[in-house]
């Protein structure tokens, strides 16, 4: 059998590996456009409980991390002058130039040809059994067989940026700052003895104030925005100590949600999409990289699984990758939507209830507990101190009502009612039935139906208005609701 992989990053060469090392009757060729040393980005992240399926697949990610990454277990949040932290996040992070260097090392030693600075088109490809299409979001050969995969791709209205820095964080850190123009944001986190990446991310409306819309970003992939390097540089000055920011193909741009509703076809030939080129998840929660190697995994077991038949290979590849990617777009698109709004929330929160609604934007306030008991207990004691009780015990009015706790059985008769929409598509007119609501001057909103999320990003709406009590009505987590700030009050039924 033979076998192209068209994209040579971490996920196509994993593949590579471990098709070779499953099988090594497979002839694997790796054909990839830049050359054997070029990278753009600075370092990628895997988090602990992420590594453990991939490198029981195989241990060169686990070497890799051992031997050239940074380890850490708690996230940082930094904002107005405090700094939060909240343990339990065990994470590990490397170069990415280290990392693509030691996968390429992997592949070529268990027998995988490596084919760098060339780039294939589908029809370059003819002599293959099996076509991998590793290329990237923008992948060529997807989009050359559209619309049998059935891509769609929603556009964040946030924008970010790459660099790294010469400063050198202790671990995963987020840095709030509000500078002359407006709201900015940091992700950063080391990924060597003197190296961090640093990703910053902002609002249109702070972007073109600050006058960062000025980049041709249409031009090819290698200059940088050293314009907004310069600006940002002074924006973070006390948070990086002065340092500088580095810069590698470091350009704005938006991030771009990618499902596809099937990852491989059989006609006109069998062709399989792996990683960015299926799918993609913001980097807030899902590493890029860590679910392209963990489709490499599927994809090798599937094709090793089917000696000879590949619609049964392709069919279990898929059955098997797909559950843990829609998973991780499920927890995402609550955490991109709070980056879309991150600078209302700055405005609107002290700093230990601004952490502690960012930290939950995806779990309870159960999960963080596990993960670190006395981050929980010093915001649960900071809500006591300013409201006199636990957060289901406080009591509050509303719409000319004292509710004597948090949690109701029923919405009261003077509530102002709004659905929420089963999904997004929904979200414009339930937010302006929000809006209404509030501008007419009710005191109480009652959130109810639709998603989840959906319930959420109205009670958020409410919240922002600032001049409304919010309930929630629904299965939400009273406790986290309240304590985080996104809810007033909920009813829990019966």
Not at 225 to 242: C, H, P, S
Request: charged share 25%; aromatic share 8%.
């Amino acid at each position: 059998m033979r076998v192209a992989v068209a994209g040579g990053g971490p996920g196509g060469l994993f593949l590579a590996a471990m098709l070779r090392k499953l099988d090594p009757s497979v002839h694997v060729t790796v054909f990839e456009r830049n050359r054997a040393d070029d990278t753009f980005g600075f370092g990628v992240v895997f988090s602990d409980r992420a590594l453990a399926g991939i490198v029981a697949a195989d241990p060169v990610l686990r070497e890799a991390l051992e031997q050239h990454g940074r380890h850490w277990d708690a996230i940082e949040v930094r904002l107005k002058g405090e700094r939060i932290r909240c343990g339990g996040n065990g994470m590990a992070a490397i170069v990415r130039r280290t990392l693509l260097g030691l996968l390429q090392e992997r592949a070529r030693g268990l027998g995988a040809d490596l084919r760098f600075s060339t780039e294939v088109a589908l029809a370059d490809l003819d002599g293959y059994d099996l076509v991998v299409a590793a290329d990237g979001t923008g992948s060529q050969i997807r989009t050359a067989l559209e619309p049998a995969f059935g891509s769609t791709v929603d556009t964040a209205s946030a924008r970010f940026i790459w660099f790294g820095t010469d400063y050198l964080f202790d671990g995963l850190t987020f840095v709030h700052e509000r500078g002359p123009h407006g709201v900015f944001a940091v992700h950063g986190y080391p990924i060597g003895p003197d190296v961090s990446t640093f990703i910053v991310e902002t609002d249109e409306e702070s972007w073109r104030a600050a006058g960062l819309d000025e980049f041709d970003v249409s031009q090819p992939p290698g200059p940088s925005d050293e314009k907004t390097r310069a600006y940002l540089e002074e924006v973070f000055a006390e948070q990086i100590e002065g340092h500088e920011l580095l810069v590698n193909n470091s350009r704005w741009g938006n991030f771009r949600t990618r499902r596809t509703a099937r990852w491989t076809t059989l006609d006109p030939r069998p062709v399989a999409l792996l990683g960015d080129a299926a799918h993609t998840a913001h980097f807030s929660v899902g590493s890029g990289t860590k679910m392209a190697m963990e489709d490499a995994v599927a994809l090798a077991r599937a094709v090793a699984a089917h000696p000879g038949d590949l619609p049964s290979a392709l069919a279990a590849y898929e059955a098997a990758a797909r559950p843990s990617v829609d998973a991780i777009q499920g927890s995402a698109r609550p955490s991109l939507s709070w980056w879309e709004h991150f600078g209302r929330y700055h405005d609107a929160f002290e700093p230990w209830q601004f952490a502690y609604h960012f930290l939950s934007r995806s779990i309870t306030d159960a999960r963080l507990a596990r993960r670190d008991a006395a981050f929980v207990d010093r915001t649960h004691r900071a809500w006591v101190e300013r409201h006199g009780a636990e957060p289901l015990d406080s009591p509050l009015t509303a719409g000319g009502i004292t509710f004597p706790g948090r949690v109701l059985s029923e919405v009261p008769a003077a509530a102002a009612r709004v659905a929420a929409p089963a999904d997004e598509s929904g979200l414009p007119a339930a937010m302006a039935r929000v809006r209404a609501a509030v501008a007419g001057g009710a005191e109480l909103v009652a959130v109810h139906g639709g998603a989840p999320f959906t319930r959420t990003l109205l009670c958020e709406e409410i919240r922002m208005a600032g001049r409304a009590a919010i309930l929630v009505d629904g299965d939400a987590d009273a406790l986290t609701m309240v304590l985080s700030g996104r809810a007033d009050v909920v009813v829990v039924p019966g």
